[in-house]
């Protein structure tokens, strides 16, 4: 019996498993999700009918093919190899359908329930229970919206992924990760699917679906001497929302740095890619305030990433982006004393002044950039055509954020802008209040995030604070910001700082820390635009548009999150000088690529060959040059 039980524990381990638990002491308990982990004890255990599949060596490379592998395929998992994978998961592997299929003809049509869908499509809200559903539909393919927004003619499964472990414990990621390496399917990672440029999605992948860890755990005194932290700290689940840290911080006193947009997952892609926040200017990225993750690796290991072990992944996982080092469970971030905090949010348009005194106002704004970043506060304001057939434009501050400041703080702070704002005869109510805590300014001041239009693309830059320092490069920077707006473009900005406290040494974007003013702006086209005419706007938004915003800020970059996906250069765009290092560190730990997200670190050897060409998740991932 004992070589039989040593030969299958071989195969499993080579097909499923093989990840042994990390044995090294830790200053952090495990969650008791998180004990739920492949061991090499549980191998033996395993059932036997490990389908048709060969068993592999970990690390060998036969799946060496143009592509991932795809349905119709002859190594494409057989029907008892997504059983196995269903069983290996405790029954959490999905095959879920899009949520709009009761709106198309078909076993799931339901006139009702598709008229209540449509009615609330662009709630965020209403897609987070859904495992593929991702806010980007563009970057879906539109292959399943409801008929009221977009006509996809029929419902098809597109860009979405085919199956998900809807996972809750690193053994359900670990089954994933080990499945899809070994068989060579394409995989993903979705938390929200919130990421602009629709990184959670892939036509035929199997995702992993990190939704529900939600454990939040409060740690009075963290110990880091490496790190050099002594404080208070949160342990949370990577699929904690930025609703749910808020409130659990505010709880025990404290704030932790997250999102402004309150469903944002920001312990999933948000903190790995950087991530911007409301308090910024006090305490940098979110990125920056990482203690340490636990992630499961391509490999299908569960460790620890922190500053002492694996931390050159620990300093990847910093800013690198998401689903390309591994899958965090969970991440480990400093808390901070919650303070008071001042808002302010109001509009004003053309409807009441004329289009030059308009902008006189709004570029009165932009010479208050940099001392309202140095005072440690954020804006996040929009200047959008809101009626372009009348011609209208309007301003809206959404709003103006001082953490730790009194009212009469505040004012003195905006009072010299507000001055100008009268002085120009420009109508506005400030509405200023104050909070006794950040929790419920936060909560009462920001937008709901809406799920992005169907004919609609973003682009962004991170305008440094050398554009406004000098009067001449100020007056270029807000010329061609109001050039945007002029084109019919919406623009969202942020006036923040990024500074980095401690800790600078981490994989986010060096662009940030130059940022004055991080401006997005969107292009959109007609409903019924052709393939060709949709192309033909897109090359001109990413070679026209942000093409004039790249050349008033030589050297900067573009925010990974929030981007375009046809960035040109990404690699300085997103990365920067970290790049080259970054790339090194993808290499050994994924050097066979089973993770890959567009944009991403080591991304550029594979591309997705979309059915209509554009760039979306439509499509088959094959490497881009044949023969390697
Ligand atoms: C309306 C709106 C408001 C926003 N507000 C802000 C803001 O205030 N500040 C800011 O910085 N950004 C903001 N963002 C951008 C946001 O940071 C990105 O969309 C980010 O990617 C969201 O991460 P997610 O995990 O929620 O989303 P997802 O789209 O699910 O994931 C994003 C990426 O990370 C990967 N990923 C997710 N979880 C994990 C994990 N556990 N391990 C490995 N990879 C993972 C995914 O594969 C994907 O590539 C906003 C976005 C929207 C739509
Ligand atoms: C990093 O994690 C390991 C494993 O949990 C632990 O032993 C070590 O003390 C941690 N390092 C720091 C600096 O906290
Ligand atoms: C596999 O399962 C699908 C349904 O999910 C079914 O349509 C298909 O016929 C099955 N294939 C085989 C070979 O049994
Ligand atoms: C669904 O639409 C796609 C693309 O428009 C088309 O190729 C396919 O044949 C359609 N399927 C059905 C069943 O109508
Ligand atoms: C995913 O798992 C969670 C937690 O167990 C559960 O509440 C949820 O209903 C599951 N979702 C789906 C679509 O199965
Ligand atoms: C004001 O600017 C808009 C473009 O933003 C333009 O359409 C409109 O014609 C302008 N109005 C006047 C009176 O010049
Ligand atoms: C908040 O403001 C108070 C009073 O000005 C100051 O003493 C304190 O240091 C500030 N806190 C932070 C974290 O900056
Ligand atoms: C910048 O623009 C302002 C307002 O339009 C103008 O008064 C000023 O002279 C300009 N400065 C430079 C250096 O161009
Ligand atoms: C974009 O699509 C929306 C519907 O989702 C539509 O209302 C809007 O008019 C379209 N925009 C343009 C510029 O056609
Ligand atoms: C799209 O619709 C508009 C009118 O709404 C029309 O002028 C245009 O020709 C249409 N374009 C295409 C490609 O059908």
């Not at 996809?152 to 998900?164: A, D, I, L, R």
């Not at 945007?484 to 986010?508: G, Q, W, Y």
Request: net charge negative; hydrophobic share 35%.
């Amino acid at each position: 019996m004992a070589p039989y039980a040593a030969l299958w524990g071989g195969i499993l381990a080579a097909l499923l498993a093989l990840p042994v638990a990390t044995t090294s002491p830790r200053t952090l308990p495990l969650s008791e999700s998180e004990k739920i982990q492949l061991i090499q004890d549980q191998l033996s255990n395993l059932p036997i009918s490990v389908s048709k599949l060969s068993p592999l060596p970990v690390g060998s490379k036969r799946h060496g093919g143009r592509c991932k592998v795809y349905p119709g395929d002859a190594d494409w998992p057989s029907n008892e190899s997504w059983a196995e994978l269903n069983d290996n998961t405790d029954g959490r592997l999905l095959k879920p359908r899009p949520q709009a299929a009761v709106c198309y003809e078909g076993p799931e049509y339901n006139a009702e329930a598709c008229a209540e869908m449509s009615a609330d499509w662009t709630n965020s809200y209403m897609h987070l229970d859904g495992p593929i559903e991702m806010l980007s539909p563009v970057y879906q393919g539109l292959t399943c919206v409801p008929p009221s927004i977009y006509d996809s003619g029929n419902c098809t499964q597109g860009g979405f992924p085919m199956y998900v472990v809807n996972a809750t414990s690193p053994r359900h990621v670990q089954a994933g990760v080990n499945f899809a390496r070994n068989t060579g399917i394409r995989l993903v990672v979705k938390n929200t699917g919130h990421d602009f440029l629709g990184k959670s999605g892939g036509a035929s992948s199997l995702s992993i679906w990190t939704h529900y860890f939600k454990d939040i755990s409060y740690i009075p005194e963290y110990v880091d001497e490496v790190g050099g932290y002594l404080g208070p700290a949160f342990k949370c689940g990577s699929g904690v929302q930025a609703f749910e840290i808020y409130k659990a911080a505010s709880k025990k006193g404290r704030v932790v740095v997250g999102g402004e947009g309150e469903t944002v997952g920001v312990m999933g892609g948000y903190i790995q890619g950087g991530g911007h926040s409301p308090l910024s200017s006090m305490y940098g990225t979110g990125a920056d305030n990482v203690l340490a993750f636990e992630v499961v690796t391509p490999d299908g290991q569960f460790v620890t990433a922190n500053f002492t072990h694996n931390s050159d992944l620990f300093w990847a996982l910093r800013g690198g982006g998401g689903s390309t080092f591994g899958v965090a469970t969970s991440v480990t971030v400093k808390a901070f004393l919650d303070f008071p905090t001042t808002v302010s949010r109001f509009t004003f348009s053309t409807a009441d002044v004329t289009n030059e005194t308009f902008w006189a106002g709004v570029r009165t704004y932009f010479d208050y950039f940099i001392t309202n970043a140095d005072a440690g506060t954020y804006s996040y304001f929009r200047i959008l055509p809101s009626d372009p057939e009348a011609g209208q434009v309007t301003f809206r501050m959404v709003p103006f954020l001082a953490p730790n400041k009194t009212l009469e703080e505040t004012h003195a702070i905006l009072d010299p802008w507000f001055a100008r704002l009268n002085d120009l005869g420009i109508v506005f109510d400030p509405h200023i209040k104050h909070y006794d805590s950040f929790y419920p300014a936060w909560d009462e001041s920001f937008p709901l995030e809406a799920v992005q239009q169907v004919n609609v693309s973003s682009g962004s830059r991170l305008f440094p604070r050398a554009n406004f320092a000098d009067e001449g490069l100020l007056n270029k920077t807000f010329d061609e910001i109001r050039k945007s707006v002029e084109t019919n473009h919406v623009v969202l900005a942020f006036n923040m700082k990024m500074i980095s406290p401690d800790n600078r040494d981490n994989a986010v974007n060096p662009a940030w820390r130059q940022n004055v003013l991080f401006a997005i702006q969107s292009v959109r086209w007609s409903l019924n635009a052709t393939v060709e005419e949709i192309w033909e706007t897109r090359r001109g938004f990413t070679f026209g548009d942000m093409q004039r915003w790249r050349d008033i800020s030589p050297g900067a970059g573009s925010y990974l999150a929030e981007a375009d996906r046809l960035e040109p250069n990404f690699q300085q765009a997103f990365f920067g000088d970290k790049y080259p290092r970054l790339l090194e560190i993808k290499k050994k730990y994924d050097p066979e690529d089973v993770f890959w997200v567009a944009t991403g670190v080591g991304s550029e050897g594979w591309q997705v060959e979309s059915v209509d060409t554009l760039p979306n998740e439509n499509g088959r991932l094959c490497r881009v040059e044949e023969g390697i």
